[in-house]
């Protein structure tokens, strides 16, 4: 299967950005003839490994080598030159040029300067018949399938004399026939000898296709495993990382009588919510007082279901009832009305307005509830602001300096500031707690066990299982893009079960799909 | 020493600095150039002087420049505010000259509310294409530029519509209490738009969202209503404004009334502080900006620049304006000479690069 020297080593690569360590001495090799798969969550370090191959950042220390020679590339032409071709996440063709044109633009064959567009076709052809992809090479990109588009991006990644093939979350936006399609593929380019390296999201995959596995964990490597002699169990151990428990001062919370809870109406119940492309249809019921834990690697949909329930999405179908009775999440502005709050995890893109000051992010969601007509007075506002300022420990305490000031896990007490001035009667907090520091983070957790208390409901996503179990009194789990199962937070429930959910999708029959 | 130097840097970090110095510098050189320049004398009971007209011929570029400066603020642009000036123009003048008495105030009245509710529903054809169907705010708004000068060209029949209507002139050459009333309406407009936007939410609502449309989606608000409001202010703004451009020369000419004023208007406002990428804007920073721009004109004129450069003086200008302005240039030579970079510059940094 695999030759014995590796056609590119990557050796002791640290990349730092300021203020954080992407990669800390990082090896990485790659075998002619074999599906190599880089695992690890968000964030682990994946993107800047292949970044630091192709050229895209400098490594601060490291070396790599191709066919036993040192190299640097200056950027991702230089490395397609030399034989490393990438194929990105996004298919960055150009949809409305053919499919030939796509595969040549910038290297046609000329004669004279002139372009010879017979050539051109003879050779798309000859290229795509390689791929057993029966295409008309003059037709439009766009009049094809995103999968089919990402093959011509592989057909014109090979056509340089590729030896190393990356392709980067190239499953993301495909359905299962188009990733059997694009997997025949791989084996095929595998067969011929080419490396591939592959990073994707979805386990399943690994499993199908990979020969050897590679762990990253915040920016560190964890190792190198053959695919056969690495469950999924722990597969999923590894890229999660058992963290040091140091949060032991929150009491174990969760651990309330969840049938005293779900006594009663529920607050918001929603059936076959779904989105095509995004998350399969699933049911929820969440009731006042209430910790519902959403588990699951990212990419798995935990994301996509809080916006469902938020209206950020509009789904495909289903009902919801909220206090039991029939209604409609379509908009945010619809689902604040109904007493819903989400924070996002995107904070810079979709949380705070960075120009605003603190203050007006604060008041923001409910200014807007109340229309521009009835502004807040501001002797309320600076109430409100300082009194959410004092309870979260907002640093600078200053409510008047842009927000953009401030550190991220200040701002996202600015976001859950900004929501608990609305008085929400549930809430959806996506990672409040990634990567802010460990202080701030017992804070927003102790905060979610008061709210709790109090009687609001909290939908809490995190990708720490530690985190979810400490608060949550139901536990739903998503993977690849399904709810696969609830589960009570009673005395039988661990890490290593969720695990296990998560690695293997059992326990779905307990799923109300 | 040290408490001079914190006043100082209180003072030139302030946001309207950079602006009213820009301005202050173009009034001393006039005035070196021609020491009258700055005096003002009472003659019949109404103040003359270049000041007194500067602040006159500014009055319809600091109306526009408002409405403009808020559609700015949503993150889109209002290209069709020249064109909505000649429309209202043309309305108002049209109505009047068909009148018996064309110096009846109530004449008058009745034309400007005409011309005006037309300019609203020409402002909501803006807001529903930007707010409703989502047509680029650029490419919307071209629609209106041009034809809207065809619509001008229509109502005034393609003629040069002249009336003979003392209470219409009065409101571009009239005075109030010494100065010209013009003046008064500007400011006039300058404080409701002020208080409009201030006193309600509306000014950090539009401000939200020409910051991070996303964000404020998720945080309820309803950025669509908010957009089209800009866009029928804007119209509001300009009609006022093409009222006045009308009545300096008590004659409607559908092509020539507001023609490239949104250029202006635009500049105006960049000048004054707000981005063209949306987010803060800055109402007071528009007024200075557009004194910026008429002084910059009557410069050209005062200094006898021959028309044939005029229009290059005015660039090489304008370009030295916006270089002053921008904090990376003045960092460029504050590091230059202290080799401390400014708290501008660390302040643009981005905060956390999470690279995923």
């Given at each position: 299967m695999t030759d014995s020297r590796p056609v590119l080593t990557m050796t002791g690569i640290s990349k730092s950005f300021p203020g954080v360590r992407a990669l800390h001495d990082v090896n990485f090799r790659l075998f002619p003839g074999e599906v190599h798969a880089l695992m690890g969550e968000n964030g682990a370090g994946k993107s800047t490994l292949i970044k630091v191959l192709t050229g895209v950042y400098d490594t601060d220390e490291g070396t790599i080598t191709l066919d036993g020679e040192p190299v640097s590339f200056s950027g991702p032409m230089q490395a397609t030159a030399a034989g490393v071709s990438t194929v990105f996440q996004e298919v960055n063709l150009c949809t409305n040029l053919s499919v030939a044109e796509n595969i040549f633009i910038g290297r046609e064959p000329r004669l004279l300067g002139a372009v010879r567009w017979g050539e051109v076709r003879r050779r798309a052809r000859a290229l795509l018949a390689r791929l057993d992809l029966d295409l008309d090479v003059s037709a439009p990109l766009g009049s094809y399938s995103l999968a089919i588009q990402q093959m011509v991006a592989i057909a014109r990644a090979i056509d340089i004399q590729a030896r190393v093939l990356i392709l980067d979350?190239?499953?993301?936006?495909?359905d299962a026939g188009e990733v059997a399609q694009l997997f025949r593929i791989m084996r095929q380019l595998r067969d011929e000898g080419i490396a591939i390296l592959f990073v994707t999201h979805f386990l399943d995959q690994v499993y199908e296709i990979a020969d050897r596995i590679t762990v990253l964990r915040n920016g560190g490597l964890v190792g190198e495993y053959l695919t056969t002699e690495l469950p999924q169990l722990s597969l999923v151990e590894k890229m999660i990382g058992k963290e040091l428990d140091v949060l032991e001062g929150i009491e174990e919370h969760s651990r309330r009588d969840l049938a005293a809870l779900e006594e009663g109406t529920p607050l918001v119940a929603v059936s076959n919510f779904g989105r095509a492309g995004a998350v399969e249809p699933f049911s929820l019921t969440i009731h006042a007082g209430e910790v519902v834990g959403l588990a699951g690697l990212l990419g798995s949909g935990r994301t996509e279901v809080a916006r469902l329930l938020f209206g950020a999405d509009r789904t495909d179908g289903g009902q919801v009832a909220v206090d039991g009775t029939a209604s409609s999440l379509r908009t945010p502005a619809q689902a604040i009305d109904h007493g819903v709050g989400f924070c996002s995890e995107n904070r810079r893109a979709e949380g705070i307005v960075a120009d605003l000051s603190v203050r007006e992010n604060m008041i923001l969601a409910m200014q807007a509830a109340r229309g521009w007509l009835r502004p807040v007075p501001r002797r309320r506002q600076d109430e409100l602001v300082d009194k959410y300022i004092k309870a979260l420990n907002i640093r600078p305490a200053d409510p008047e300096v842009p927000v953009r000031n401030l550190s991220g896990g200040n701002q996202q007490k600015v976001l859950l500031a900004r929501w608990l001035i609305t008085e929400p009667r549930l809430l959806i907090l996506d990672e409040p707690t990634r990567g802010i520091d460990i202080g701030a983070k017992t804070e927003i957790q102790k905060l979610v066990t008061q709210l709790s208390d109090g009687g609001m409901a909290v939908l809490f996503i995190s990708a720490e299982l530690e985190e979810v179990l400490r608060l949550s009194h139901k536990v739903a789990v998503m993977r690849d893009r399904q709810m696969v199962a609830q589960l009570a937070n009673d005395d039988s429930l661990d890490a290593d079960r969720i695990m296990q959910t998560i690695a293997s999708g059992s326990h779905r029959e307990e799923a109300d799909r | 020493m040290n408490a001079t130097m914190g006043r100082y840097r209180a003072v030139t970090g302030h946001r309207l600095f950079w602006p009213a110095a820009v301005l202050v510098v173009m009034l001393a050189a006039n005035t070196i150039y021609r020491p009258g320049f700055l005096s003002i004398e009472l003659k019949d009971g109404h103040l003359y002087g270049s000041p007194i007209d500067i602040l006159r011929l500014s009055a319809p570029l600091i109306l526009v420049a408002l409405g403009m400066t808020l559609v700015i603020s949503t993150g889109g642009i209002d290209l069709s505010v020249g064109s909505v000036c000649a429309i209202s123009g043309a309305i108002a003048c049209m109505y009047i000259s068909k009148q018996p008495d064309q110096n009846s105030l109530a004449v008058v009245l009745a034309a400007l509310a005409m011309a005006f509710g037309v300019a609203l529903v020409l402002g909501a054809w803006n807001g529903v294409l930007v707010a409703v169907i989502g047509i680029q705010p650029i490419i919307a708004t071209l629609i209106l530029m041009v034809a809207g000068r065809g619509l001008a060209q229509l109502i005034t029949q393609g003629q040069i519509i002249t009336i003979n209507s003392e209470p219409f002139r009065a409101i571009g050459l009239g005075h109030l209490l010494t100065l010209p009333l013009a003046i008064f309406i500007a400011l006039a407009a300058a404080l409701v738009v002020a208080a409009f936007t201030r006193r309600t939410a509306l000014g950090m609502i539009v401000e939200s969202v020409g910051g991070n449309a996303e964000a404020s989606r998720l945080a309820g608000i309803r950025s669509g209503r908010v957009v089209f409001l800009a866009y029928v202010l804007s119209a509001a703004c300009a009609a006022i404004a093409g009222f006045m451009m009308t009545a300096n020369v008590s004659s409607a000419d559908g092509n020539a009334v507001g023609l490239w004023v949104e250029l202006d208007a635009i500049l105006a406002v960049v000048i004054g502080g707000t981005s063209l990428a949306g987010g803060r804007f800055f109402l007071s920073g528009t007024i200075i900006g557009a004194l910026i721009i008429q002084t910059l004109t009557t410069t050209v004129y005062a200094m006898d620049i021959s028309p044939q450069t005029s229009l290059l003086f005015k660039a090489v200008v304008v370009i030295a304006v916006c270089l002053i302005q921008a904090p990376a240039f003045r960092a460029r030579f504050t590091r230059r000479r202290r080799n401390v970079p400014t708290p501008n510059a660390i302040a643009d940094k981005p905060k956390e690069q999470v690279p995923a």
């Amino acid at each position: 299967m695999t030759d014995s020297r590796p056609v590119l080593t990557m050796t002791g690569i640290s990349k730092s950005f300021p203020g954080v360590r992407a990669l800390h001495d990082v090896n990485f090799r790659l075998f002619p003839g074999e599906v190599h798969a880089l695992m690890g969550e968000n964030g682990a370090g994946k993107s800047t490994l292949i970044k630091v191959l192709t050229g895209v950042y400098d490594t601060d220390e490291g070396t790599i080598t191709l066919d036993g020679e040192p190299v640097s590339f200056s950027g991702p032409m230089q490395a397609t030159a030399a034989g490393v071709s990438t194929v990105f996440q996004e298919v960055n063709l150009c949809t409305n040029l053919s499919v030939a044109e796509n595969i040549f633009i910038g290297r046609e064959p000329r004669l004279l300067g002139a372009v010879r567009w017979g050539e051109v076709r003879r050779r798309a052809r000859a290229l795509l018949a390689r791929l057993d992809l029966d295409l008309d090479v003059s037709a439009p990109l766009g009049s094809y399938s995103l999968a089919i588009q990402q093959m011509v991006a592989i057909a014109r990644a090979i056509d340089i004399q590729a030896r190393v093939l990356i392709l980067d979350e190239p499953t993301s936006s495909l359905d299962a026939g188009e990733v059997a399609q694009l997997f025949r593929i791989m084996r095929q380019l595998r067969d011929e000898g080419i490396a591939i390296l592959f990073v994707t999201h979805f386990l399943d995959q690994v499993y199908e296709i990979a020969d050897r596995i590679t762990v990253l964990r915040n920016g560190g490597l964890v190792g190198e495993y053959l695919t056969t002699e690495l469950p999924q169990l722990s597969l999923v151990e590894k890229m999660i990382g058992k963290e040091l428990d140091v949060l032991e001062g929150i009491e174990e919370h969760s651990r309330r009588d969840l049938a005293a809870l779900e006594e009663g109406t529920p607050l918001v119940a929603v059936s076959n919510f779904g989105r095509a492309g995004a998350v399969e249809p699933f049911s929820l019921t969440i009731h006042a007082g209430e910790v519902v834990g959403l588990a699951g690697l990212l990419g798995s949909g935990r994301t996509e279901v809080a916006r469902l329930l938020f209206g950020a999405d509009r789904t495909d179908g289903g009902q919801v009832a909220v206090d039991g009775t029939a209604s409609s999440l379509r908009t945010p502005a619809q689902a604040i009305d109904h007493g819903v709050g989400f924070c996002s995890e995107n904070r810079r893109a979709e949380g705070i307005v960075a120009d605003l000051s603190v203050r007006e992010n604060m008041i923001l969601a409910m200014q807007a509830a109340r229309g521009w007509l009835r502004p807040v007075p501001r002797r309320r506002q600076d109430e409100l602001v300082d009194k959410y300022i004092k309870a979260l420990n907002i640093r600078p305490a200053d409510p008047e300096v842009p927000v953009r000031n401030l550190s991220g896990g200040n701002q996202q007490k600015v976001l859950l500031a900004r929501w608990l001035i609305t008085e929400p009667r549930l809430l959806i907090l996506d990672e409040p707690t990634r990567g802010i520091d460990i202080g701030a983070k017992t804070e927003i957790q102790k905060l979610v066990t008061q709210l709790s208390d109090g009687g609001m409901a909290v939908l809490f996503i995190s990708a720490e299982l530690e985190e979810v179990l400490r608060l949550s009194h139901k536990v739903a789990v998503m993977r690849d893009r399904q709810m696969v199962a609830q589960l009570a937070n009673d005395d039988s429930l661990d890490a290593d079960r969720i695990m296990q959910t998560i690695a293997s999708g059992s326990h779905r029959e307990e799923a109300d799909r | 020493m040290n408490a001079t130097m914190g006043r100082y840097r209180a003072v030139t970090g302030h946001r309207l600095f950079w602006p009213a110095a820009v301005l202050v510098v173009m009034l001393a050189a006039n005035t070196i150039y021609r020491p009258g320049f700055l005096s003002i004398e009472l003659k019949d009971g109404h103040l003359y002087g270049s000041p007194i007209d500067i602040l006159r011929l500014s009055a319809p570029l600091i109306l526009v420049a408002l409405g403009m400066t808020l559609v700015i603020s949503t993150g889109g642009i209002d290209l069709s505010v020249g064109s909505v000036c000649a429309i209202s123009g043309a309305i108002a003048c049209m109505y009047i000259s068909k009148q018996p008495d064309q110096n009846s105030l109530a004449v008058v009245l009745a034309a400007l509310a005409m011309a005006f509710g037309v300019a609203l529903v020409l402002g909501a054809w803006n807001g529903v294409l930007v707010a409703v169907i989502g047509i680029q705010p650029i490419i919307a708004t071209l629609i209106l530029m041009v034809a809207g000068r065809g619509l001008a060209q229509l109502i005034t029949q393609g003629q040069i519509i002249t009336i003979n209507s003392e209470p219409f002139r009065a409101i571009g050459l009239g005075h109030l209490l010494t100065l010209p009333l013009a003046i008064f309406i500007a400011l006039a407009a300058a404080l409701v738009v002020a208080a409009f936007t201030r006193r309600t939410a509306l000014g950090m609502i539009v401000e939200s969202v020409g910051g991070n449309a996303e964000a404020s989606r998720l945080a309820g608000i309803r950025s669509g209503r908010v957009v089209f409001l800009a866009y029928v202010l804007s119209a509001a703004c300009a009609a006022i404004a093409g009222f006045m451009m009308t009545a300096n020369v008590s004659s409607a000419d559908g092509n020539a009334v507001g023609l490239w004023v949104e250029l202006d208007a635009i500049l105006a406002v960049v000048i004054g502080g707000t981005s063209l990428a949306g987010g803060r804007f800055f109402l007071s920073g528009t007024i200075i900006g557009a004194l910026i721009i008429q002084t910059l004109t009557t410069t050209v004129y005062a200094m006898d620049i021959s028309p044939q450069t005029s229009l290059l003086f005015k660039a090489v200008v304008v370009i030295a304006v916006c270089l002053i302005q921008a904090p990376a240039f003045r960092a460029r030579f504050t590091r230059r000479r202290r080799n401390v970079p400014t708290p501008n510059a660390i302040a643009d940094k981005p905060k956390e690069q999470v690279p995923a």
